[in-house]
């Protein structure tokens, strides 16, 4: 018996064998061909040299107590990716290279080189659509005022060393010119006299979302703005450049209670200040405690946001996604330090 049923077994297997070899299916194929994979370039020229040269170093001579001096240059961005535009100062060597009797009086010992602790710095940055060294009528299509002497929080010169500073976001084939002035204070005595300081202008082009963007308290004077750095209210936004949906994290510190909406416009070009643009929502935000953390978050725009710039604007929320016609409340609003991009991977 158990023999019989073991070659029922064998034979049940081998039809079974026959059968799915003999059997046909309807099928289609079909390929997509040349499929390719392309990294971008983060590339940037300086005063029209790439690298950056030049025959002679930045030279502020013969400085005295009240003057200033300035060292400017203009920045394109000449590769395939808009890029984030950070500015250092560093390698600070002091010397003292000239005595007289009046630095020896005030100085005995030789020992005061610190003259960069006695020079106020200024940084402006303007964006352009056009090289302003060719066009010299051109309008900057945004600007950044980062430290300005005489509005009562002066920036000096040595704080600055080996920080990298944020200039902004420079689209591809743009300008931006950036300004520093160097303002010897006019309380600098005799212990200054004959004394240098050299130092490195180094400059680093970084692909958008590698690090957050700033949302900070802005002032106006004589209808420009000025970034408030000495204050403690702030946002950092940090969000992925290009996915199919707008993913992001936010940090906000020392806001006014209340609720907020994270908006961007595509303002640039042409943007008017406080016009009141239609805006994208990205989040809604209660600040509690002056402070609130949104970690790891995603919302569907399903459109891109091209050299947009980015408020925390206090308000009734506004769905996520949607637009809503932004007003101006200065006071209380967070803005942006830099435009943005942001690609939807589904388009």
Known sequence: ????????????????????????????????????????????????????????????????????????????????????LYKTLNNFVTANVATNESEQEADPTGEV???????????????????????????????????????????????LEDQAMYLGMIPVGKWMKVYQSYHMIPTTGNAYQGDQLTFDITLTAEQLGAHSIRLENKEQVNGQSYTMWWDSTFADLAYKVKDSKFGYSLNVQGAANGTYNLVAWEGYPGFVWGAGPTATVLANVTVSGGTVTLTDQSVELNKNLTNAKVWLAPGAFVTPGTTMTLGYNPATTLFDTGLMDYYDADL
Do not use: C
């Open 113 to 159: 080189n610190d003259v960069e602790n006695w020079i106020n710095y200024d940084l402006k940055v303007e964006l352009y659509d056009v090289d302003p060294a060719q066009n010299p009528t051109a309008t900057p299509v945004w600007w950044e005022n980062i430290y300005t002497d005489g509005m009562g929080h002066d920036k000096l010169l040595g704080t």
């Open 1 to 84: 018996m158990k023999k019989i049923l073991l070659s029922l077994v064998v034979l049940t297997i081998m039809g079974t064998t026959l059968w799915a070899g003999t059997r046909a299916y309807f099928t289609d194929t079909e390929t997509s061909v040349g499929n390719t994979f392309t990294t971008g370039t983060i590339d940037i020229s300086v005063d029209g040299t790439n690298p950056w040269t030049r025959t002679t170093p930045y030279q502020l001579t013969d400085m005295k107590p009240s003057q200033t001096d300035y060292i400017n240059f203009t920045v394109y961005n000449s590769g395939t990716n808009p890029v984030n």
